[in-house]
Structure formats: structure tokens, C-alpha cells
């Protein structure tokens, strides 16, 4: 696809294009965003210092920034995939390698309003990357091994590099991302099934692993898996996270003990209240009613993404559109699961709603790219 | 660029729509299951985590009751609860806490050793935790302390309770004292109340404190707290009151007692006055005595050497816990034993040659001369032994002890008390079963004047002369109500016994004070309506060989203290009506007639008049020596009762 193919008449320009846009995604965006407001000002004991009056500022920028990027044409975007694909992995490598000499352990680079984690922007820019890959590639060839190999590898590159950090959850967000876009790309189903069974054979090797000198993971790291298997087992300790999340998210009931009367969230027993565990906050105040409404905003994000690539004609606005899509479920989908005990602790935010600037802003830009797919699909002359 | 062909187009749009929506409908089925998850945990399951939430944000603290106060029967304080103040400290309210403390300690006396407690209590514990800096603290200190908040950041002064005994040692041995709970408290009590659990509890250690602890001590409030993760206390969410333990009003007479303990001095002694109808102790002397005021605050390791190194026994209560060959004051039971036995009467004489041979033992008098013939009254009367040692042979050891059980010796009599001694009226099957020996005619010969084997307390004797003089089962009370509510009176039922039998006994013994030859003449009463009937005792503590009775019994004053007869006399009066019974008992005090007769007199008389007797109530050569007795006694008078606190 390139820019020959659009109708210049049919396609919007200039100030128009805001007209355009996929205004019920943004407006559910800033809703759900909104309910991170609220329960932000909540957990702070009823004052938007010091949580709240930041995340609505970054909010700002980062819906700012999501117009911005819809109004450039999506083929701007396709074609800088690759550089911002390199210019991620690059900052990726540098936290790596000048973050362990000369920011202690920090993962993050500073830009000011915002600290930036190069891994939060890989997670956009892979699915980016993939969708112009695909895009390029002809169909009969995306099943081919040699070609498979390729998005393997640019897949891998960011989650070793992650992994090394090391941040488990953002590297499972990376691999299932990117496995979704090789899915959503028509790659064979063979691939996907030997994929499991592997998964499935290293999860096993890396439980033999424990203990011996050839250990996968970190001791912390099997730790939390340990406490995800049986929480009781450790409740002041390890198990103390998710014991504390369920009794605040249990302790909702149908309608929850009312905006601000959350005990468990207000008296300091839920940990990470304001960023990873902050669902369980909104559980426990709004109860069933809350969470479910908030299950059902990112439903329909998710729907009114899917509705948006389905009908793009265009074969990279699609699959950037399901990408995105695809990621933010999995952000939301493995927070849920861990703060309701589904899966182990792996430090995954609830997007949109935990505290926390480079996740929401790089998330917004996502959207942008999105917005763009949506603003400038081709339209047929009727 | 390269376009892609049509039908490429088409194959990939077909494609992307089709895995789009395999992916959207695994992303619902997702999102299916944390819905249904999210039902569970909030709908089905929320009660269970409910109640989880609350355990974990309510923590219940106790609050501890009023103890119950303890009065006189006529409404005097003995044992009250008094506000005492502390000063505690707030590590993180504090700031600097070095500072703070050096300029606490300009103002008020720290002591080091407590203060080094604190300071590592301190650090142990969390920094909203208050932390004691010094207990019991002086008011004006704390009004220092107040004034000078301002410079004392985190400083605070607390009120506290802690028991008080106004009247010190006169009732050590009768209301005992509290203590904070040891971890053998625990263990002893079975299912502990959470109180104890408390730091700085106090609980009854020993006498009434102790053994009336359940009433005293009440139950405990709770007050319902929010706390957050860190255990700091939120705000309060409910309170109930706790109930206060009862308050206890005893049958002592605090001025009596007073004056009892007062009157027995530094003898190593014991008194007691039980009134003859209602079994109402009315004092409980036990001497020397101690404050157990000292063993509120905890007692210093000198002080409590001091009590337990005493060969005096201060911590004993003898009047309860001494169990004493009674002597001669048990000959009243061998006689009402033999005349209810019927093969005795008053009139029947014995033959008092200052001995007596059985089985080839020799059994001497006191008197080494002996009595001559001598009747019931005159064997009282003048106390002779032989008599006696011919009625043990006559009617044996059993009636002897069934008549003892009768009157009150070798049976445990029910107050609340620390270490009740039961005393012992010797059998021949309790010979058997705890000495494993048969018994011998002699022992029967020794038991009949209240030596070998007798053993009893002086309230035991007294509750006997009560029983005397008034022919019921008269038994101890010393809880007179417990709040406002009336206890049983310890009037009893008639013994049974022949009246006849009863008054000659009264009689011999109204002789032993009142008739020129009885052995407590010179300790009479003159007033005419207050005539007291008693019976002196010297019991042995050693035996006599055959060697020393040759070349003559070594007196009292000659042997080293611990070797001294015990003297004792009981007594009961006035004659006519009687009203009271006192028990006397001086641990190797000597002779009973000379040591243990006046005690119980003068102890009679105040017990009669309530106060201090006239003169007139003494015979006339005891007067000068009575006044001056008088004097030196009201000294240690308590003061009035100021606050005028009577309420029971």
C-alpha cells in the first residue's frame, strides 16, 4: 500500500481530519482514564496530590500527543516503523547497558514530564514494525520458514533485552504482542501450535531449572510463582500482595463500600495501591457494578478498535489497528487476572487507570497511530 | 514501490478479518472469565472476605476494670484503687529523643534503669507506640511536666490506677496484696481472661485480693479500633464499658484489728476475735507484720530478703496458716468428750500425784508436786495433766477427736484466705495411714492435753471457745457482703451437746479467770458485766528427758527462743451473755498465764467496749501499767478517715 492508492478527494485533509477521527475510542479512552482519576484521588485519601493532579497532566499530553500523531498521514507512520522499531531497541540497549553503570537500576529515561520507559515504547513500536513488515511481505510468503524467522527475530531481540532488565511481565506483553500480529498476519497455524508445545516444554524446563546452577529465572521471579500457586502459603510474606488484593476486591460485594470508605485500600493493607493494585481499590469501593463497568469500557475499546481494522482496507491501518488493540488487552487482561489471583505477580499496570506516565503516554501515542489508520483508511469513490 | 496484486488484496483482507475475529473472540472469552471471576470473588465469596477486611482493619484492645474496693464492716477503706500518673513518650512525635529526655530529666527525676528499659523498648517497638519513661510520678512532677509541654514534643503524662492499703500493716495478713501478673499466674489459672494478658496487670497475689479475685476484679471493656496496615490506631468504632469488679465488705473491725496488731508488737503472735453468734471474724492478727504497699510497685530485692530472713515469719499469717499444739487450751474439749461420754461426771475425781506411769512411761504434771484428788472444775481450773492423761485412758482417743472435729479442730473451715490451715485431730486410722504405725496409749495420753499430734490454728481454737459458749456450730465468716449484697451469717445450727456438760465447762473456765487459784486469776477482768471465761495453754515444743526433769526443767528464759514453749489462751466473754471469743497464740512466748493471758484480756476488753476500756474494767494493781499502755497504743492509731469514703 503507499499513499498512490488513496483518493485525494475522498480522504479528509488539513484541520478536517479531526472530524474524522474515532471519536467513540477517544472518548471511551478518556472515560476509563477518568475512572483512574477518581481513583487515584481516592487512594489518596480524598486529594488529587499526589497522584491525581499528575496523571490528569500527563493525560493531557498524552491525549494531546494521540491527536498529533492521528493527524500525520498513516503512511508517515508506516514508513518510520523500522526507525522507531531501532531507535526503541537502541534506548532498550543503552538503559542496559549506561542504566546498570550509571543510573543504578533504572529502566527509565527522563524526558522531563514524563519518564520514559524505552520498554513501554517497544511494545508500540514492535506491533508497528510487525504490521509494516506484513504489509511489505506478499501473503504467499508469510508462512514461509525464512520469512517466519525474520519477525521471530525482531521479536526476540526486545524481549531478551526486557527480560534482562528483568521485567517478566513486559516481556510476556512483548512476545504475546508480537505472536498476535504474526497470528492477525496470516502466518500458519502449524507455526502457532509448535509454538505452544515449546512454551509448554520450557515452562517445565525452566521448573527443573530451580535450583540447579543453570537457573532461568531469578529466585525473586520464582518466588512470585510460587505465591500464585498458593498464596495462603506465605500471607505476611510473598502471599501478602495478592491475600490483601483479593480480601480488598472480595470485600466489594454487588456495589462496593462507596467511593472513599475502601478500608482496605485506605488503611494501607493493599500494597502498590495507586499503580498495579489499583483495580482492587475500584473493587472494593464500586464492587461488582464498578469493575464490571470498567471490564465493559475496555470491552468496547477493544470492539471499537476491531471495528476499525475490519473495515480498514488498508492492510497495514488494520493490522497496526488490531495490534494495538491486542496490547491493551493484554495489559488490562493480565492485570485483572493478577490482582484477582488468576495469575502470578508479574508487574503489569492497568492501562490507562494505574499511576504511571510513560505506560499511559506511549499507550496514547499507540492510539494515535491507530486514530491515524482510522483518519486516513482508504475510502472508495462512490 | 512494488503494489500489491487484487487478489492479494483480497486473500489478505479476508485473512486479517477472519484471524481478527478468532483473536477478538479469544480476547472475550478472556474477558468472559475475569468477569465471571470478578462475580465470584465480589458475589458469592464477598461475606467470607468481608469478614477478612475486618480482621484485618479491626483490632480489639481491652479496656481493664475498676478493681473492686474492699472495706471494714463499718464501711472503712482497706484496699482502694488510686490514680497514679505516668509519663509515656511518642518515639515519632518526639523528633530528637535524646534531647527530649535530657530536658525531661531537668524536670524530673529519672531513674536510669528505667529509663534504659524504655529507650530499648523503644526502639523494639513501633514510633506511634507510647512508651512509659516513669511510673508513679509525684504530681507536682507532672504539673512540670505539663507546663513545660511546649519544650516536650511526644511527652505526655497518663493516668493510671494502682492499689493502695491505707492502713498498711494491720491488714497485711487478712487483705493481702496485688501484684502484676507472673507467667506462673498463667500457668496456674486454666483458661486465663485476656486480661492478664495486659502489661502491668495486677491481680491478687495473696489473702482476700487472691482468693476473691474472680468478684474483684470484674470484667473487662473492649473497644473496637480501626487500625491501618502498620497497626496504627485510626479512630475508635465502638466502646464497651467493661464492669467493675464488686466491692467487699469484711466482718474486720479496722480498729480492733488496729489495735490487735498494735497490741502484739514484734512478737513473733497472733490474735483472733470472732464474734460468739455470728462467726464474724472481727480481728485476724498476725505479727510482725509488713506493707503490702511494698509489693504493689514491686518490692526491692533488700526489702523482700528482709521479710523472708525474719525467723518471725512477717509474711506468714499465723492467725490462719499456724497450726500450733494447742496445750492445755484443748483440755475443755478431752472433758466435754469424757462427761458427753457419759463415764465421767463433773464430781468424779482423779488422783494427781504429779505423774502419771503408762506402759512404763512416765507422764508428768506441770505441777511437779501434782493436784492431790482433783475434780473437773479444779483440773480446768488449775490445769492439771494427770486428770486429763486418766480421761484419755478411760475414754480413748477417738471420742477425743470426734469432740475436736465437733468444736472446730482438724476440720478446714471455709474463708478466703491463703493457706487455711485444716489443723489435725489424731486418729488411730490416720496414724496408720500416714505414718504407717500403729497407735500407742501414750499418744492418746499426750493428745488429751493438746500435745503430740493436736494440731491447731488460732482461729480454729477460737471458733472452739465460741462453740463452747455458745453450744452452736459457730463457723467463720470473714466476708461480711459482697456489693451491698449480705453473706451467710456463720451462726449454726446446736452442736448437740448436753447443756449440762457445756456449763460445767463454762464454769471451770469462768473459774480459771475469776477464781483466786486459777492459773489466769492475776489476768481477770473486774468489771462484773464484761467477766471474761478462759483457758490458759503452754504448749512444748521439745521433749523433756528424764535427765533434765532430774535436775529440773530448765525455765523458759534459760532456752534459746525457738526452743521456748509456745503460750496461747483463749477466752470468751462477757460470762453471762457471751459476745465474743478470742483466741491468743505467742510462738515460743513462754508461759500462757504470764505472756499470752494479758494480750488476750486487754484484746477482750477493747473488743467489748469498742474502745478503749476505763481503767476500772482492770483490777486495781494492773491500772497504772494499763494507762500507760493505752498511751503508747493510741499513737499508733490510724487516722480518721478523712475522705469519709464509707460505703460498702
Redesign the interface.
Known amino acids: ?2 499513499y ?2 488513496y483518493s485525494v478527494q475522498a480522504t479528509p485533509s488539513g484541520f478536517r481530519k479531526i472530524l474524522y477521527l474515532n471519536w467513540p475510542l477517544a472518548l471511551l479512552l478518556t472515560a476509563v482514564a477518568c475512572v483512574g482519576f477518581l481513583m487515584l484521588y481516592s487512594v489518596a485519601g480524598g486529594s488529587f496530590s499526589p497522584w491525581s493532579e499528575a496523571q490528569i497532566k500527563r493525560f493531557l499530553i498524552g491525549f494531546s500527543l494521540m491527536i498529533t500523531v492521528a493527524m500525520v498521514p498513516i503512511w508517515f507512520w508506516r514508513n518510520v516503523s523500522g526507525v522507531a522499531y531501532l531507535g526503541a531497541l537502541a534506548m532498550l540497549l543503552a538503559v542496559e547497558f549506561f542504566g546498570a553503570i550509571g543510573m543504578g537500576a533504572q529502566r527509565w529515561i527522563d524526558l522531563g514530564f514524563v519518564r520514559l520507559q524505552p520498554s513501554e515504547l517497544m511494545k508500540v513500536t514492535l506491533v508497528m514494525l510487525l504490521a509494516a513488515y506484513y504489509d511489505w511481505l ?3 510468503r508469510v508462512s514461509h520458514p525464512l520469512w517466519v524467522a525474520v519477525p521471530v527475530l525482531i521479536i526476540l531481540a526486545p524481549t531478551a533485552l526486557v527480560l534482562g532488565q528483568p521485567d517478566l511481565g513486559t516481556a510476556i506483553l512483548l512476545m504475546a504482542g508480537g505472536g ?1 500480529m504474526m ?4 502466518v500458519h497455524w502449524a507455526y502457532f501450535a509448535a509454538v505452544l508445545a515449546a512454551a509448554g516444554g520450557l515452562v517445565t524446563a525452566v521448573f527443573q531449572s530451580r535450583g540447579t546452577d543453570w537457573q532461568m529465572l531469578q529466585d525473586y521471579q520464582f518466588r512470585r510463582i510460587d505465591t500464585f500457586l498458593d498464596p495462603s502459603n506465605d500471607p505476611l510474606g510473598a502471599g501478602y500482595h495478592i491475600t ?1 488484593s ?9 456495589t462496593g463500600r462507596g467511593f472513599m470508605q475502601g ?2 485500600s ?4 493493599l500494597p502498590e495501591k495507586h499503580t498495579d493494585f489499583i483495580f482492587t481499590t475500584l ?1 472494593e469501593e464500586f ?2 457494578v464498578g ?2 463497568a470498567l ?1 465493559v469500557l ?2 468496547l475499546i ?1 470492539a471499537f478498535c ?1 471495528h476499525s ?2 473495515t480498514n ?1 488498508s ?1 497495514y491501518g ?2 497496526v489497528t ?1 495490534g494495538m488493540a ?1 496490547t491493551f ?1 493484554l495489559f488490562f ?1 493480565v492485570n ?2 493478577m490482582v ?1 489471583g ?1 495469575a502470578p505477580v508479574v508487574g503489569v499496570p492497568l492501562p490507562l487507570v494505574s499511576y504511571g506516565g510513560s505506560a499511559m503516554v506511549v499507550l496514547l501515542i499507540g492510539f494515535g497511530v491507530a486514530q491515524s489508520a482510522h483518519v486516513h483508511r482508504p475510502r472508495s469513490r462512490r | ?1 512494488r ?2 496484486r487484487p487478489q ?2 483480497l ?3 479476508r ?3 477472519r ?3 478468532i ?2 473472540a479469544g ?2 472469552g ?2 468472559g ?3 465471571f ?3 465470584y ?3 458469592d ?2 461475606d ?3 469478614l ?2 475486618e480482621e ?2 479491626v483490632n480489639i484492645r481491652l479496656i481493664p476494670p475498676a478493681r473492686g474496693e474492699i472495706f471494714d464492716r463499718n464501711g472503712r477503706i482497706l484496699a482502694r484503687n488510686e490514680q497514679t500518673y505516668r509519663i509515656v513518650m511518642v518515639r515519632e512525635d518526639a523528633g530528637d529523643v535524646d534531647a527530649v529526655i535530657a530536658r525531661l530529666s531537668r524536670l524530673v527525676e529519672l531513674d536510669p534503669d528505667e529509663l534504659e528499659k524504655a529507650m530499648t523498648e523503644m526502639k523494639r517497638s513501633a514510633p506511634f507506640l507510647p512508651i512509659t519513661l516513669a511510673d508513679r510520678v509525684a504530681w507536682e512532677d507532672i504539673s512540670r511536666v505539663a507546663v513545660n509541654a511546649p519544650a516536650l514534643p511526644g511527652v505526655t503524662p497518663e493516668v493510671g490506677f494502682s492499689r493502695v492499703y491505707p492502713l498498711a500493716a494491720d491488714l497485711a495478713h487478712v487483705v493481702g496484696y496485688v501484684g502484676p501478673v507472673s507467667d506462673y499466674d498463667l500457668n496456674r489459672i486454666e483458661d486465663p481472661d485476656q486480661l492478664l494478658r495486659i502489661p502491668r496487670f495486677q491481680i491478687g497475689k495473696v489473702g482476700i485480693e487472691a482468693k476473691m479475685e474472680s468478684q474483684l476484679r470484674g470484667k473487662a471493656g473492649a473497644r473496637r479500633l ?5 497497626g496504627r490506631v ?1 479512630r475508635e468504632l465502638s466502646r464497651r464499658e467493661g464492669l467493675e469488679g464488686a466491692n467487699l465488705q469484711l466482718t474486720i473491725d479496722h480498729r480492733l484489728q488496729n489495735y490487735v496488731q498494735a497490741r502484739l508488737g514484734e512478737d513473733s503472735a497472733s490474735a483472733v476475735v470472732i464474734d460468739c453468734e455470728t462467726g464474724d471474724l472481727l480481728a485476724l492478727a498476725s505479727s510482725p507484720s509488713f506493707d503490702p504497699n511494698l509489693f504493689v510497685s514491686g518490692i526491692s530485692v533488700a526489702d523482700y530478703k528482709g521479710l523472708t530472713e525474719n525467723p518471725y515469719r512477717p509474711l506468714a499469717a499465723k492467725s490462719v496458716q499456724g497450726a500450733y499444739p494447742p496445750g492445755s487450751t484443748f483440755k475443755m474439749v478431752t472433758a466435754l468428750a469424757a462427761l458427753e461420754s457419759g463415764l465421767i461426771k463433773p464430781d468424779d475425781t482423779q488422783y494427781c500425784p504429779g505423774y502419771l506411769e503408762v506402759s512404763d512411761r512416765r507422764f508428768h504434771c506441770w505441777k511437779r508436786g501434782g493436784h492431790g484428788h482433783v475434780d473437773l472444775e479444779q483440773s480446768l481450773r488449775e490445769s492439771c495433766d494427770v486428770y486429763y492423761y486418766e480421761l484419755a485412758l478411760e475414754i480413748g482417743i477417738e471420742r477425743i477427736s470426734e469432740m475436736a472435729r465437733r468444736l472446730g479442730i482438724g476440720v478446714r473451715h471455709d474463708i478466703p484466705l491463703s493457706a487455711v490451715a485444716q489443723g489435725l485431730a489424731p486418729t488411730k486410722a490416720w496414724k496408720q495411714q500416714v505414718r504407717g504405725e500403729d497407735w500407742l496409749i501414750g499418744d492418746s495420753v499426750n493428745s488429751a492435753i493438746g500435745q503430740g499430734f493436736v494440731l491447731a490454728s488460732p482461729m480454729q481454737l477460737a471458733v472452739m471457745t465460741a462453740r463452747i459458749a455458745t453450744g452452736r456450730a459457730v463457723s467463720p465468716r470473714i466476708i461480711k457482703s459482697i456489693d451491698a449484697v449480705e453473706q451467710p451469717s456463720g451462726a449454726g445450727a446446736s452442736l448437740g451437746l448436753n447443756e449440762n456438760n457445756l456449763r460445767q465447762v463454762r464454769k471451770a473456765m469462768f473459774q480459771v479467770s475469776n477464781n483466786r487459784r486459777g492459773t489466769a486469776y492475776s489476768n481477770r477482768i473486774a468489771e462484773d458485766t464484761m467477766r471474761m471465761a478462759g483457758k490458759t495453754g503452754t504448749s512444748q515444743v521439745r521433749n523433756i528427758t528424764a535427765a533434765e526433769r532430774a535436775r529440773g526443767v530448765s525455765s523458759n528464759d534459760q532456752l534459746p527462743w525457738d526452743r521456748r514453749d509456745h503460750a496461747l489462751f483463749v477466752d470468751f466473754a462477757p460470762y453471762d451473755a457471751p459476745r465474743i471469743a478470742v483466741a491468743v497464740v505467742v510462738e515460743h512466748g513462754g508461759g500462757g498465764s504470764t505472756t499470752a493471758a494479758p494480750i488476750a484480756r486487754d484484746v477482750t476488753l477493747q473488743a467489748l467496749y469498742g474502745d478503749d476500756p476505763p481503767l476500772s474494767a482492770y483490777p486495781s494493781k494492773d491500772r497504772g501499767r494499763i494507762r500507760a499502755q493505752q498511751e503508747r497504743l493510741r499513737e499508733l492509731r490510724p487516722p480518721e478517715d478523712v475522705n469519709g469514703k464509707s460505703r460498702a
Not at chain 1, 183 to 186: E, I, L, M
Not at chain 1, 247 to 252: D, K, P, V
Not at chain 2, 226 to 230: G, I, Q, S, Y
Open positions: 500500500m503507499s498512490l492508492e506478499p501473503l504467499r498476535a497470528f492477525f498476519a496470516g490483601q483479593k480480601i480488598a476486591l472480595g470485600s466489594g460485594g454487588w478500608t482496605q485506605r488503611l494501607n493493607f473493587a464492587g461488582f469493575a464490571g471490564l475496555y470491552a477493544i476491531l481494522a475490519l482496507a492492510r488494520s493490522l488490531l491486542m488487552f487482561a485483572m487476572s484477582m488468576l | 514501490m503494489r500489491p492479494d488484496r486473500e489478505s483482507s485473512k486479517i478479518t484471524r481478527g475475529l483473536l477478538a480476547q472475550l478472556v474477558m472469565v475475569l468477569g471471576r470478578m462475580r470473588m465480589q458475589v465469596q464477598a467470607e472476605f468481608r477478612l477486611a484485618n482493619r480501626e487500625v491501618n496496615a502498620t485510626m
